[in-house]
């Protein structure tokens, strides 16, 4: 969940005011559901399909954080058994001489200075240098031990992230197979969909049936933030004409006013293909207010920015954002896919004012 420490408090939102945004969000959820009755099985099957691949690409990015960050503990358990191993070395060595240098004086050195004629001086002198040796081969005797204890700590530890990871990547290889044939399962009903579509009713009266239930939601969202303070960051949205990063990565292959289905509609947005799992980033700081599926539209982030701008992301495989959530600019809100009846994938981009389009190119920096 995005969330910008300070920031909500900075505009005086309370937690009652969010959870009340977040029950007008699920009021918002009944009603698509309510509205979405009609839709054929085909689509009903589309829909679960695609919130599938959704939950399972999210669980998939959680297993792949957690994979790599396992990795690096063990890289560092790693570094240090080969530190300890050479501080034992060393103090291996130390102790040899140590041992080896007694036993040159013989079995009772201190002994033997007691009997040797020599002055009272000298003798005071050398029992203190053996007293003070004896305390020395003590002290390094244990401290072996301390690094031979510790060192056999960090391999358990190193044998035990080994382990966990081992189990993390067998985790995460199931999910990338059930992830594959969710999206086989996705193309097959797709097909299937698609000339289930020209055979009952035009692609037209389809996707001009989608921009109206995308129309409605918006009127059903800016009803359910009316109350909400609207973000009030230093810099406004309004004033950042062809300065906002763009929201992904890829290559527009349908631009604001282009025509469509057939030269019969005009497009709202950018239609942008990317990589495969691109991320795709919140332009600019504001307020989550919808994160669902919508039909045509796939996977569906909203986010609002105050003085009646919203910013639309549509087509993601998953959501990482829910309705409440404050996002900074360029945190990673979804990520592109193939939801809402794209071939490849995409996002789809739009910004729109008091609920109007705008062109987004006279947004985004050049």
């Known amino acids: 969940m995005g969330a910008v420490p300070g920031l909500a408090q900075q505009q005086e939102v309370t937690p009652a005011q969010i959870e009340d945004l977040k029950e007008r969000i699920e009021g918002i959820d009944e009603w698509l559901a309510d509205a979405e009755e009609d839709r054929s099985e085909l689509e009903q099957q589309l829909a679960a399909t695609e919130r599938r691949i959704g939950e399972l690409t999210r669980e998939r ?19 240090q058994e080969a530190e300890l191993n050479k501080t034992l070395s060393r103090q291996r060595e130390g102790l040899k001489q140590q041992i080896r240098s007694a036993w040159m004086e013989g079995d009772a050195p201190a002994v033997k200075v007691l009997l040797n004629e020599i002055d009272p ?39 035990v992230t080994r382990a966990e990871l081992n189990e993390t990547e067998a985790r995460l290889d199931k999910r990338q197979q059930e992830l594959a044939a969710s999206r ?11 000339t289930e579509i020209q055979s009952r009713r035009s692609e037209r009266d389809e996707l ?10 918006l009127e059903e969202v800016q009803q359910a933030i009316a109350s909400i303070p609207a973000p009030n960051e230093s810099q406004p949205f309004r004033s950042l004409k062809n300065k906002l990063p763009w929201p992904v990565k890829g290559k527009v292959v349908s631009r604001f006013g282009d025509r469509y289905a057939d030269g019969k509609l005009r497009r709202n947005g950018l239609l942008i293909t990317t990589s ?22 796939g996977l569906i982030t909203i986010i609002d920015h105050g003085d009646g701008y919203m910013t639309l992301y549509g087509h993601s495989s998953s959501l990482f954002t829910s ?8 945190e990673t809100i979804a990520v592109a896919g193939q939801t809402g009846g794209t071939d490849a994938p995409a996002l789809y981009f739009e910004v729109r004012h008091n609920g109007k389009p705008d062109n987004p190119t006279r947004w985004l920096a050049n």
């Open 276 to 297: 495969n799992e691109a991320q795709v980033k919140a332009i600019h700081y504001g307020r989550v207010v919808f994160a669902n599926w919508l039909r045509g539209f």
């Open 184 to 194: 086989r399962e996705r193309e097959q009903t797709l097909v299937a969909l698609k």
């Open 61 to 79: 990015r959680a297993l792949r954080e957690q994979a790599e960050q396992q990795q690096q503990r063990l890289l560092e358990l790693e570094q």
């Open 323 to 330: 309705p409440g959530d404050w996002v900074a600019a360029g």
């Open 121 to 159: 001086d000298q003798i005071a002198r050398t029992m203190t240098y053996y007293e003070y040796l004896s305390r020395n081969t003590v002290e390094r005797l244990e401290a072996f031990q301390r690094s031979l204890q510790e060192l056999r700590q960090t391999q358990a530890s190193v044998l």
């Open 208 to 217: 001009e049936a989608d921009r109206k239930r995308l129309e409605q939601l």
